[in-house]
């Protein structure tokens, strides 16, 4: 099993950037797929982004590509979501998540087996 813990959620300004981290424990796998959702109030969990822990290949949500970058340093065994030119529209509760899969980027949150607890994010316009 694996166990996630978040961390890096805080208030920033609208335009402001935030690196959230991802600490993962247990035991990881080559085939794992470590991805990032969000939820805000009153809304459905979300996908942000994911990355192939092996390999490092990358997937982004439409609504973050460009802004949000998605990696992971495989040594300390954590995986990074750094967020910039942030918008009142990404707040939100932010998750990391993994699944053991052969390939590709899983983005229902339904087909992911090992969650954190989340870290807040607020954007302030």
């Known amino acids: 099993q694996v166990q996630l813990v978040e961390s890096g959620g805080g208030l920033v300004q609208a335009g402001g950037s935030l690196r959230l981290s991802c600490a993962a424990s247990g035991r990881t796998f080559r085939s794992y797929c470590m991805g990032w959702f969000r939820q805000a109030p009153g809304k459905e969990r979300e996908f942000v982004a994911a990355i192939r822990w092996s390999g490092g290949n990358t997937y982004y949500a439409d609504s973050v590509k460009g802004r949000f970058t998605i990696s992971r340093d495989n040594a300390k065994n954590t995986v990074y979501l750094r967020m910039n030119s942030l918008k009142p529209e990404d707040t939100a509760v932010y998750y990391c998540?993994?699944?053991?899969?052969?390939?590709?980027?899983?983005?229902?949150?339904?087909?992911?087996?090992?969650w954190g607890q989340g870290t807040q994010v607020t954007v302030s316009s």
């Open positions: 998540a993994a699944v053991a899969v052969l390939a590709g980027f899983p983005t229902d949150k339904r087909d992911y087996d090992y």
